[in-house]
């Protein structure tokens, strides 16, 4: 049967960098063995889900140079590729595993729910259902469906005996049904779960091997129960190891730039990035840390996959793209800085902002250089952070809060955008504007002059401006607080 594999990322935030080291060892894979790489988008949390989002994971994952054989812009044998197109499917699923009693329905309320995990809270007992609805009949909950009474559909776990399964890069695994929950399949909305429809479309896609990370592993047993009880056949367990900040912690946006859109913006070039995501966990052989994407595809071999987390070191990625720009000719050098920043579409966006504020040529790019470069000098903005009457740790506080609220701004970064959010944060943290805006501008330019804030911030772009204020409060985070004087 040939190789197909699949990523499948969820359209809620930013292009994510986890996606694209998943989606690299997925696309090697295919390529090595000569099967098919397939991208399914699982939009099936309709309260975070935004095509803003879908499109903003399609440009970076095409930016980043791995190319899909089917999905959603693309068509396939076997659409539609977004989860949220396949709602009927799921269902007449879900009726299957009612029909074979492999799942049942619920209806306990939302009511009850809570107050069965505080129960269990205050018995320390482990979170979960307690299967009230199982021992209903199934004509009854039948019965009460057709009435119109709200449910969920829930997989019926085998309570005795264990699940085994064998991912390549660890063997067998086995897990005590008695300690796996009766998992939600089909919403009340008629949505599907990630489990339900995760299992469904890889059996209807004809998916071969799941290649995904490891945080997966422990929903895989409900997966196994699932394919057995549709008495499909489950497909190569691969779980990845997961990427790592410095401090071995699963990586993540407070301690690193975890988007793609920030390490296109910082000028990391696509095929380094490519490269570097390579590196994790994974060896090309000997101490070669420098190769192409065709060259992987070429060695690659699952036995050269490491279990060891791999640590996301931003001074290495520097470090390698450095490398690849010292092989640059001078000509592709040039294109390659153009089509960063010095593009004239780029350049027309700066001038209106800067123009009226030099009076020679000379002092253009002194006014544009917070525009041009990466992470600010926060020693020399220093005391500026702090507005006059308020605390460093308060006004990290601050910073970092508001950088959560950015990002619920999707698709949507614009100069309205930012300062009604801004505005409405100010009132919310019973700031005046004046002075967030103060520490927003030192923050993201590093200056107290500076061309309109939000004018500067948009064109700045979401991540440079995130990662600016991040950054920002984690130094006023960790200033040394003025002690009480002495009695």
């Not at 505080?118 to 007992?125: N, P």
């Not at 959560?404 to 943290?429: H, K, M, P």
């Amino acid at each position: 049967m040939p190789v197909r594999v699949r990523i499948a990322p969820s359209p809620t935030g930013d292009p994510h960098v986890g996606t694209a080291y998943i989606a690299l060892f997925n696309y090697c894979f295919a390529k090595h063995e000569g099967g098919s790489f397939v991208l399914r988008i699982e939009d099936t949390d309709r309260t975070r889900s935004t095509p803003e989002s879908e499109q903003a994971i399609l440009r970076a994952l095409r930016w980043v140079g791995l190319v899909w054989d089917e999905g959603p812009d693309v068509g396939g044998p076997f659409g539609p590729y977004r989860q949220s197109e396949r709602g009927e499917i799921y269902r007449r699923h879900a009726d299957v595993l009612l029909e074979r009693g492999r799942a049942y329905r619920c209806f306990c309320t939302a009511e009850r729910l809570g107050e069965l995990r505080e129960d269990q809270k205050l018995a320390k007992l482990p979170p979960g259902y307690d299967g009230r609805c199982r021992k209903l009949a199934a004509e009854e909950g039948a019965a009460r469906a057709a009435a119109g009474e709200v449910h969920v559909v829930r997989l019926a776990m085998p309570r005795e005996g264990t699940t085994v399964f064998t991912d390549r890069l660890r063997g067998p695994l086995e897990f005590e049904n008695a300690k796996i929950d009766d998992q939600v399949l089909l919403k009340s909305d008629g949505f599907p779960t990630y489990h339900l429809a995760n299992v469904v479309d890889d059996h209807l896609m004809e998916i071969t091997h799941v290649i995904r990370a490891e945080e997966w592993i422990s929903s895989t047993p409900k997966h196994v129960v699932l394919y057995d009880a549709f008495g499909w056949q489950a497909p190569e367990f691969v779980h990845m190891p997961l990427l790592r900040n410095a401090d071995r912690s699963k990586i993540s946006k407070r301690k690193n730039p975890v988007s793609l859109d920030y390490y296109e913006g910082a000028g990391i070039l696509s095929e380094t990035l490519l490269n570097f995501l390579g590196l994790m966990g994974w060896s090309f052989g000997g101490d070669r840390e420098k190769f192409t994407l065709p060259e992987m595809i070429e060695a690659f071999d699952f036995a050269r996959v490491s279990l060891g987390g791999p640590v996301f070191d931003l001074e290495k990625l520097s470090w390698l793209n450095g490398l690849y720009l010292r092989e640059l000719s001078d000509d592709a050098f040039l294109a390659r800085l153009r089509a960063w920043r010095l593009s004239d579409e780029h350049l027309r966006r700066l001038v209106p902002l800067l123009r009226e504020r030099v009076r020679r040529l000379d002092e253009f790019i002194p006014s544009a250089e917070f525009f041009l470069s990466g992470d600010l000098d926060l020693a020399r903005c220093g005391v500026n952070l702090v507005p006059k009457g308020r605390g460093a740790k308060e006004t990290g506080t601050v910073l970092a809060a508001i950088v959560d609220e950015y990002e619920t701004i999707r698709g949507n970064w614009t100069v309205a955008a930012l300062e009604a959010c801004s505005r409405a944060f100010a009132e919310q943290q019973a700031w005046k504007t004046k002075e967030l805006f103060m520490a927003l501008r030192v923050a993201a330019t590093g200056r107290t002059m500076s061309p309109p804030l939000f004018e500067s911030m948009e064109l700045l772009g979401k991540e440079q401006v995130r990662r600016r204020l991040r950054l920002a409060a984690d130094f006023l985070l960790a200033q040394p607080q003025p002690q009480p004087p002495k009695a």
